[in-house]
């Protein structure tokens, strides 16, 4: 089991097969109205990324798919090797751990995050709300906002500071 968070990711990367940009964005001073700060920060490369170090104060966020440019934009991903969920108030956790993810992490109290490493690669257009990312949220109760294929995960095992502050950890 990887009890490390950017090997973590690191490895979802490196399974997507993709040379392309990733991003690992974070916020400062979440749920702070006047205060919040959305920083993107620049495109890392998939294959060898330089990570910034994730200062506990702020909120660490990634994207689990690759891009073929160094834009976010959905027409800029290629077919990727990865799904995931974003498990917030009442998803079925049963069925979560039944469809067995590569990884699970909890970023706040009974909210989780899940990513599986597939074998095939699906095409950007199954990353909607119609697509297969949309049926397997809404199959599970999983946020079904979640699905884009550019989407941010929180990276896992890092502080969450909307409401009261958690540390986040891996689970699976």
Avoid at 125 to 150: F, R, T
């Amino acid at each position: 089991m990887d009890r490390d968070s950017l090997g973590l990711i690191r490895k979802v990367w490196r399974h997507s097969g993709i040379d392309g940009n990733v991003w690992t964005p974070h916020i400062v001073k979440i749920g702070h109205k006047t205060d919040q700060r959305f920083r993107e920060g620049p495109p890392l490369v998939s294959g060898d990324p330089a990570l910034p170090e994730m200062r506990d104060s702020v909120d660490w966020y990634w994207t689990p798919a690759v891009s073929s440019s160094d834009s976010r934009k959905a027409k800029e991903y290629p077919a990727q090797r990865v799904m995931w969920v974003d498990c917030d108030e009442s998803y079925n956790e049963d069925l979560l751990m039944k469809l067995m993810p590569s990884f699970v992490w909890e970023t706040s109290p009974g909210h989780k995050q899940a990513v599986w490493l597939m074998k095939d690669a699906i095409g950007p257009e199954e990353y909607s709300k119609d697509g297969m990312m949309g049926l397997l949220a809404s199959a599970m109760g999983a946020d079904p906002s979640g699905v884009d294929i550019g989407q941010l995960l929180r990276v896992p095992g890092t502080w969450h500071h909307k409401g009261k502050p958690f540390q986040g950890s891996i689970v699976k």
